[in-house]
């Protein structure tokens, strides 16, 4: 069973463009969670979505970040116009449920984001 | 927003030495993993605590839970150089499902 796969592992954008991290959870998982860790920061929620629906984007920027998870094909999570503060880690996780006793979450390798 | 406060941010010990790595929250979780994670990787879980005074273990780790579940605690008794790496806790608040992390515990075991 594959675990969760995240594309590219590293990325090399200039300021202004545009950088699509994708993530392919694991068989049978159908719950997405995007986190950012910040270089000498923790890990930080961004964005928690389910098929075809964001159930929670509280940790997402305002502007310039989006995400989606289609009903076919990888999550995506995309940054407009990137300025070198985004340079991060971008980890995504995924689970089989959400909600009742427990939720655990399992980890991809994460996109190392570089902003020049 | 939940917290949870990890410590000690960094800790350094001999082989064959025992550890205690802290993770304490004024705020009660539904459940606690403790995740391990490798420089350039991402975070792998070792273990989910979800019961008030729940004790895990996995093999030389044991992994606490507190009573009221805003705390819990990973104990290594005789760590190897292989046990080297970045310790995080995070919780699962009780309002949803994202996961609060703490700040990590970099641990090196020296041979």
């Known amino acids: 069973n594959a675990g969760v796969m995240q594309n590219p592992r590293h990325l090399v954008r200039r300021r202004g463009q545009e950088a699509r991290l994708r993530c392919s959870p694991m068989?049978?998982?159908?719950?997405v969670y995007w986190y950012r860790q910040l270089p000498e920061e923790g890990l930080k929620f961004m964005v928690y979505?389910?098929?075809?629906?964001?159930?929670?984007e509280s940790g997402m920027p305002k502007e310039r970040f989006s995400a989606e998870f289609p009903k076919e094909g990888p999550s995506i999570l995309r940054i407009q116009q990137v300025v070198r503060g985004d340079s991060a880690a971008y980890f995504c996780?995924?689970?089989?449920?959400?909600?009742?006793?427990?939720?655990?979450?399992?980890f991809g390798p994460g996109t190392r984001l570089t902003v020049l | 927003t939940q917290l949870l406060e990890q410590s000690p941010q960094f800790l350094s010990i001999q082989e064959g030495e025992n550890l205690t790595v802290y993770c304490n929250s004024s705020?009660?979780?539904?459940?606690l993993q403790w995740y391990r994670q490798e420089p350039g990787e991402g975070p792998v879980l070792l273990v989910t605590?979800?019961?008030?005074?729940e004790v895990k273990k996995l093999k030389r780790l044991t992994f606490q839970f507190g009573d009221a579940r805003k705390d819990s605690s990973l104990h290594i008794t005789a760590a190897q150089t292989g046990d080297t790496g970045l310790y995080l806790c995070?919780?699962?608040?009780?309002?949803?499902?994202?996961?609060?992390f703490g700040e990590g515990t970099q641990l090196t075991v020296n041979p």
């Open positions: 996780a995924s689970s089989p449920l959400a909600g009742g006793a427990y939720n655990e979450q399992f």
């Open positions: 068989k049978g998982h159908s719950h």
């Open positions: 979505l389910q098929k075809e629906n964001i159930i929670d």
């Open positions: 705020s009660v979780f539904s459940s």
């Open positions: 605590v979800v019961t008030g005074g």
């Open positions: 995070a919780g699962e608040e009780t309002s949803g499902s994202r996961l609060t």
